[in-house]
């Protein structure tokens, strides 16, 4: 199998694109998108090129809200001139994912509007406002990801490392 990696200026966080050939022509993951700066510098230019040679971005993995994970993923999704039917499918667990998950009320204090980096709680607020985008575009995420979970593409199995359970509690508890 073929497979190339890029790791995508992110500063302090990360954006890290995958592309490999599988059972049937090439596929692409993203794993986070570190900040807003790292869309512009360089995620809007890997997206675009996916789309230009007829590729899909086939999962979209943000493995924690942190803002050097999750900013450059607001901006994509803010983004007008990116369709966003190049994304398949989201691993992401937000907040409703892991209510349902664990069988929890979803305390409604949590929905809130879009945010200003000013903000306290930025990166909740951050995954509360991308969970709404992927509400509104009906994009795939489902199941929350945890440790030991095997996620197959075409060809390829990623095997999640992190989190455990008892840390998906305590962020489901937030």
């Given at each position: 199998m073929t497979c190339q990696i890029k790791v995508l200026p992110a500063f302090q966080g990360d954006c890290i694109f995958l592309r490999f050939k599988g059972l049937d022509g090439f596929h692409n993951i993203l794993i986070d998108g570190g900040i807003k700066a790292t869309y512009q510098l360089a995620l809007k230019k890997e997206l675009q090129r996916i789309r230009e040679v007829g590729e899909c971005l086939d999962l979209l993995i943000i493995t924690h809200v942190d803002d050097d994970?999750?900013?450059?993923?607001?901006?994509?999704?803010?983004?007008?001139?990116?369709?966003?039917?190049?994304?398949?499918?989201?691993?992401?667990?937000?907040g409703t994912v892991l209510s349902e998950f664990f069988?929890?009320?979803?305390?409604?204090?949590?929905e809130l509007g879009l945010v200003t980096s000013s903000e306290e709680n930025l990166s909740f607020n951050q995954a509360n406002t991308l969970e709404n985008h992927l509400?509104?575009?009906?994009?795939?995420?489902?199941?929350?990801?945890?440790?030991?979970?095997?996620?197959?593409?075409?060809?390829?199995?990623?095997?999640i490392l992190t989190p455990n359970l008892e840390s998906l509690e305590e962020l489901n508890s937030k």
């Open positions: 994970h999750i900013g450059g993923i607001l901006s994509l999704f803010e983004d007008d001139t990116i369709n966003k039917d190049l994304i398949k499918r989201v691993l992401f667990n937000s069988g929890s009320s979803i305390d409604k204090n949590r509400k509104c575009l009906e994009i795939s995420n489902h199941v929350p990801i945890k440790f030991n979970d095997i996620i197959r593409i075409n060809g390829a199995n990623l095997h």
